[in-house]
């Protein structure tokens, strides 16, 4: 049964579901105890299942990854609160070379099973050290799983799907969708990593999109339709693994790309798809690819100087009417 709940209320009933199933999950982090998280998404935890299974950490992310690394690799299930995903860039070594590396390095003896939690993106005078969308740097890092849900739905059944996997998941939740709300389904289920969704259908245009910008993108074909330009939007859902034949086989029927991503564009994840393409359909294309993405700078402290540095539905629509004007 299906009913509405917010991005928030769904992660919760992920993780209330999946420690009530398993009980070797734990979970762990900043202030996510009595407090409930920072964003809220740990609230109650502790009172159903006790703070050895739901406790607060050292504000040390370092500690936390490392402490997480240990526990997978010893029978636990972790799932751990970094409560900002720039935060993971302080405990890079032990996702980047430890959690993401060990089971290979070790012939595989054990399994790395860790989800590492980041809040992510543009929420409001945050400032550049807790406003960034991390994904390309961790697309370059083999051994880690990415989840990017844009939905309720889809963050209860990614984070159901991370929790099971046996290998370390970055699991991103956009700061400005906590209280998105939509229909959820109350049994548990899962969600299939690498296996895009489209969220609307369409001849003229392919526009790849994650997170907070598939509620951009969309207002944008919106806006688009009303000039009979069709837009098919495709959520990846997960950038590793990525679903490449999705993306190829709408691009082949549209013959144009536009990738809207809220990172910064260099060397940003619409770079590696636009080279996927490049490799692999260059040919069906009938226009350039367009990147539509943050600017080249340090996320603004100010909120008011915010929507000048990362893409509005204005820009997403400069750049459909430019492929679609060549």
């Given at each position: 049964?299906?009913?509405?709940?917010?991005?928030?209320?769904?992660?919760?009933?992920?993780?209330k579901?999946?420690?009530?199933?398993?009980?070797?999950?734990?979970?762990?982090?900043?202030d996510?105890?009595?407090?409930?998280g920072?964003?809220?998404?740990?609230?109650?935890l502790?009172?159903e299942?006790?703070?050895?299974?739901?406790?607060d950490?050292?504000?040390?992310?370092?500690?936390?990854a490392g402490?997480?690394?240990?526990?997978?690799?010893?029978?636990?299930?972790?799932?751990?609160?970094?409560?900002?995903?720039?935060?993971?860039?302080?405990?890079?070594?032990e996702?980047?070379?430890?959690?993401?590396?060990?089971?290979?390095?070790?012939?595989?003896?054990?399994?790395?099973?860790?989800?590492?939690?980041?809040?992510?993106?543009?929420?409001?005078?945050?400032?550049?050290?807790?406003?960034?969308?991390?994904?390309?740097?961790?697309?370059?890092?083999?051994?880690?799983?990415?989840?990017?849900?844009?939905?309720?739905?889809?963050?209860?059944g990614?984070?159901?799907?991370?929790i099971r996997?046996?290998?370390?998941?970055?699991?991103?939740?956009h700061?400005?969708?906590?209280?998105?709300?939509g229909?959820?389904?109350?049994?548990?289920?899962?969600?299939?990593?690498?296996?895009?969704?489209?969220?609307?259908?369409?001849?003229?245009?392919?526009?790849?999109?994650w997170?907070?910008?598939?509620?951009t993108?969309?207002?944008?074909?919106?806006?688009?339709?009303?000039?009979?330009?069709?837009?098919?939007v495709i959520d990846?859902?997960?950038?590793?693994?990525?679903?490449?034949?999705?993306?190829?086989?709408?691009?082949?029927?549209?013959?144009?790309?536009?990738?809207?991503h809220?990172?910064?564009?260099?060397?940003?994840?619409?770079?590696?798809?636009?080279?996927?393409?490049?490799?692999?359909?260059l040919?069906?294309?009938?226009?350039?690819?367009?990147?539509?993405?943050?600017?080249?700078?340090?996320?603004?402290?100010?909120?008011y100087?915010?929507?000048?540095?990362?893409?509005?539905?204005?820009?997403?629509?400069?750049?459909?009417?430019?492929?679609?004007?060549?």
């Open positions: 049964m299906a009913r509405v709940l917010s991005y928030r209320e769904a992660l919760n009933e992920a993780l579901q999946e420690m009530r199933r398993d009980p070797m999950i734990v979970s762990f982090g900043e996510v105890g009595i407090w409930g920072g964003f809220k998404v740990t609230k109650g502790t009172d299942f006790g703070a050895e299974r739901n406790f950490s050292p504000i040390s992310e370092n500690a936390v402490g997480a690394v240990g526990m997978a690799i010893t029978g636990l299930r972790p799932v751990v609160d970094l409560q900002f995903a720039d935060c993971c860039l302080v405990a890079m070594d996702i980047y070379n430890r959690a993401a590396k060990w089971r290979y390095m070790h012939g595989g003896n054990f399994k790395v099973p860790v989800v590492f939690r980041g809040p992510m993106g543009v929420i409001g005078g945050a400032g550049a050290e807790h406003s960034q969308c991390p994904e390309s740097i961790f697309m370059h890092c083999p051994g880690i799983k990415i989840a990017i849900p844009a939905t309720p739905y889809d963050a209860k990614l984070m159901i799907t991370a996997d046996d290998n370390p998941v970055l699991f991103l939740e700061k400005m969708l906590y209280d998105m709300k229909e959820v389904t109350e049994e548990s289920y899962e969600i299939p990593f690498g296996k895009a969704i489209v969220r609307r259908e369409g001849t003229d245009i392919t526009l790849v999109t997170s907070m910008m598939v509620k993108s969309l207002e944008a074909a919106e806006q688009a339709a009303k000039s009979d330009v069709s837009v098919e990846p859902r997960t950038l590793n693994p990525l679903d490449k034949e999705s993306i190829l086989a709408s691009l082949r029927k549209t013959g144009r790309l536009i990738v809207v809220e990172a910064a564009k260099t060397s940003g994840a619409g770079a590696e798809l636009s080279a996927i393409v490049a490799e692999d359909a040919y069906d294309l009938k226009a350039p690819i367009r990147r539509v993405c943050a600017k080249d700078i340090p996320i603004p402290q100010s909120g100087l915010e929507p000048f540095c990362i893409p509005q539905v204005a820009d997403v629509l400069v750049a459909i009417h430019d492929v679609m004007a060549v």
